[in-house]
């Protein structure tokens, strides 16, 4: 219900500079699979996407297209978020942003397929694909990707996994190293990450595993221009993942942007607020993406 209630919201704060829609499309088979031979047990997952295209936007020619993504644990894209998606449409950008398996909103059975690092990277790059085979007037050249938090890590694991997609990225305060935050975090915190449905063992059983699903152990696969923002009183993720995959980039002679804010008012949500300091963030990174996008009316 809640959901539903959040989906009007769009409507509401939205509907006058863009066309707003939610739409399904599919993706790979659940990860965990308790009985492969029930029927549709091993089928592809239905996921939803929230598409914005400005009103005003001339469709006779190519266009950007931003992926943004929602972040949280179990979370999922709602309308708190509408002050940054209406920045974006008004640069002129069409969006779409996926509520990837595991987002909540959509009952227990969806909760539980979460893939954390894994099957929900390729539920937010087949969106992607998606809205590039539906809208012919978005230029396959001009993609960018931006998430915060835990959405800062599928964005990193995107561009890693597929750097010929995306044009340029931005990853806010992001999910870096989860063998180190495993560390840091509560014990109920680890034992959401140990339950069967997600990753199924503890940090301390299966290291490897929780590396494999950590941006900052990719760090050699990067290949597209990237902005890093970090704050150094992130009460939710520590400057010390942000300054490990920093640290990891350039070990691995990578070229990328990054600044690391300090005691930003807002903590972990410093530049999604509305104080001076957020908006003057925000710019930056819509600077940096416009270097590489050109949106038909990019900020100043």
């Known amino acids: ?53 400005p009103k005003k936007l001339d469709r006779t020619k190519k266009q950007p297209l931003i992926v943004l993504i929602h972040g949280g644990v179990h979370a999922n894209f709602d309308s708190s978020e509408a002050h940054i998606v209406r920045e974006f449409v008004d640069q002129g950008y069409s969006i779409i942003s996926t509520d990837y398996r595991g987002s909540t909103g959509y009952g227990r059975s969806f909760y539980e397929q979460i893939d954390y690092g894994g099957r929900e990277i390729d539920d937010v790059f087949l969106g992607c694909q998606w809205m590039l085979g539906e809208y012919d007037f978005l230029d396959t050249k001009r993609v960018g990707i931006v998430g915060w938090s835990h959405g800062g890590l599928i964005t990193l694991m995107n561009i890693f996994q597929h750097p010929q997609t995306y044009t340029v990225a931005y990853a806010g305060v992001p999910v870096s190293d989860l063998v180190s935050r495993m560390g840091y975090e509560s014990e109920g915190y680890r034992q959401l990450y140990a339950a ?105």
């Open 1 to 53: 219900m809640l959901k539903s209630v959040d989906d009007l919201m769009w409507q509401m704060k939205l509907s006058d500079i863009a066309d707003v829609d939610k739409v399904e499309y599919t993706s790979l088979p659940p990860h965990h699979v308790v009985n492969p031979n029930a029927p549709g047990a091993t089928n592809p997952l239905i996921i939803r996407a929230y598409t914005f295209i």
């Open 196 to 300: 069967p449905y997600h990753i199924g063992k503890n940090v301390r059983d299966d290291i490897q595993e929780y590396l494999r699903r950590s941006p900052f152990s990719h760090a050699d696969e990067l290949q597209t221009p990237l902005l890093i923002h970090g704050n150094t009183n992130d009460e939710d993720v520590n400057v010390l993942e942000v300054r490990h995959l920093i640290d990891s980039l350039k070990a691995a002679g990578k070229k990328f942007e990054y600044k690391i804010y300090d005691n930003a008012p807002g903590g972990h949500h410093f530049n999604r607020t509305d104080t001076p300091l957020a908006k003057e963030s925000r710019r930056e990174v819509y600077q940096f993406l416009a270097r590489y996008l050109h949106p038909a009316n990019p900020v100043k």
